[in-house]
Each structure stands twice: as C-alpha cells, then as structure tokens.
C-alpha cells in the first residue's frame, strides 16, 4: 500500500515536473530577451536626440529598444524576401564561407536557428512500433516519409523513413530506414506519441490500440 502511494506521488510529481518546466523555461528565456533588448532603449533614445527629436537629455523610452530591434529584424526580412535581397545574402553567404573559421560560426549558427524554426510535429505522418535497437526490443518511431534518392535506390524494397527519439530530449534520436511490413502502425496522434517519449512512458493516452502490421500509406502532408 505503502509502495503503491509513493509510486503514485512520484508519478503525479514527475508529471507536474513535465508542465511547470516548459513554462518556466519559456518564461526565463522571454525575460531574457526582453532585459537585453530593452537595454539597448538608451543607445536609440540618443541616436533619436541627436537627430533633433524633441526628447529631454538623459530620459529613457521605456521598450524603446525592443521595438526597434523588432523593425530591424522585420526590415531584414522584408528585403530578403525580395530578388535582389536574395542575391545580396548569397553572395554575403560565399564571402562568409570563403573565411576559415567565420563560416564554421555562421553555418553551425544558422543551421541551430533553421532547426529550431522550422522543428515541427507535422513533419511526423504516423506513430509506430519497430523492434529497435534489436530484435525482439520494442520502441516507438515517428514516421516521416519514403525514403528516396541515394538510399532507396541501394534498397531492394521500398523503404520508410522512420525516426526513433531519445528521451527526455525528442529533438534526438536515430533515423531508421525499414520496410513497411516490419512497422506496426498504433492508434495514437503525434503529440500523444511525443509526450508518451518526453515521459518515459509515464504520461500515455488511454489505451494503444494496433490497427495494422503491415502495409503502412504514408498521407501526402498538408500546407
């Protein structure tokens, strides 16, 4: 009785741990941001005066800075979208990578900011069951498309892309490829599926219930 109530609060515990880490997380970056930009309002608040703005010397525009870096970074996307601020980042990006040890900042910093942007659950189809890391082991992948190119083309059957997250971090993992007939597809959504990973398997939906063994259909995805 004993064991079964500790398991419990243990449980309740790790599960309250699970949401109140993402807000708090959330919150502490947030502030961050907005302490650091928000210190910048004295630099624009002069850049203004000098340039005849009707401000008494000394005195601070609350968010000044904030929205101001917002615009910029909206400006910078603006131009950017259009042809000729194409043309003028890639040949800023051939300049960059012409520099040794520049370009190995810029292209790992670009590649954790495009990771993060474009990090989305849609780009998971179906949750399934493949026996990994070795037969007869179990584990729950995301599958995310039909392999092509190089890979399908060294393949002697059509294969899935499937991934298989680590936790407590999803982000990472293995990416396996395996053939429809040796993926069983389970009744469960996406964000069920990363949330029974991100648990360790302590937060699960009702019930998984198995709707098919073998020739898994991969739906096109949506824009």
């Known amino acids: 009785m004993l064991k079964k109530l500790q398991r419990r609060i243990r449980n309740i515990f790790i599960t309250g741990l699970l949401i109140t880490l993402p807000i708090a997380l959330t919150y502490f970056i947030l502030q961050f941001l907005f302490k650091n930009l928000?210190?910048?309002?004295?630099?624009?608040?002069k850049v203004l005066i000098d340039l005849g703005a009707p401000i008494p010397e000394?005195?601070?525009?609350?968010?000044?800075?904030?929205?101001?870096t917002l615009l910029i970074v909206?400006?910078?996307?603006?131009?950017?979208?259009?042809?000729?601020?194409?043309?003028?980042?890639?040949?800023g990006e051939k300049?960059?990578?012409?520099?040794?040890?520049?370009?190995r900042i810029y292209k790992g910093s670009k590649q954790v900011v495009q990771s993060i942007a474009h990090a989305d659950t849609r780009a998971f189809r179906k949750v399934v069951l493949i026996e990994f890391p070795r037969r007869g082991m179990l584990a729950i992948g995301f599958v995310t498309g039909e392999a092509r190119g190089e890979v399908q083309e060294?393949?002697?059957?059509?294969?899935?892309?499937?991934?298989?997250?680590?936790?407590?971090?999803p982000t990472s993992g293995f990416l396996v490829f395996a053939?429809?007939?040796?993926?069983?597809?389970?009744?469960?959504?996406i964000e069920d599926g990363v949330k029974y990973v991100v648990s360790g398997g302590i937060v699960s939906s009702e019930g998984?219930?198995?709707?098919?063994?073998?020739?898994?259909?991969?739906?096109?995805?949506?824009?």
Do not use: C, H
């Not at 928000?38 to 608040?45: E, H, K, R, Y």
């Not at 300049?95 to 370009?103: A, C, E, L, N, Y």
């Not at 060294?154 to 971090?169: A, G, I, R």
């Not at 053939?179 to 959504?189: C, Q, R």
């Open 58 to 68: 000394g005195y601070r525009i609350p968010a000044l800075g904030l929205v101001i």
């Open 38 to 45: 928000d210190a910048l309002s004295p630099v624009f608040t």
């Open 74 to 91: 909206l400006t910078v996307g603006w131009f950017t979208t259009n042809f000729f601020g194409k043309r003028l980042i890639q040949l």
């Open 179 to 189: 053939p429809p007939e040796e993926l069983t597809e389970i009744d469960m959504t």
């Open 208 to 223: 998984v219930k198995i709707i098919e063994a073998k020739d898994i259909k991969i739906d096109q995805p949506t824009e």
């Open 154 to 169: 060294n393949t002697f059957e059509n294969v899935l892309n499937v991934f298989v997250p680590t936790m407590p971090n």
């Open 95 to 103: 300049i960059v990578g012409k520099i040794p040890f520049v370009r």
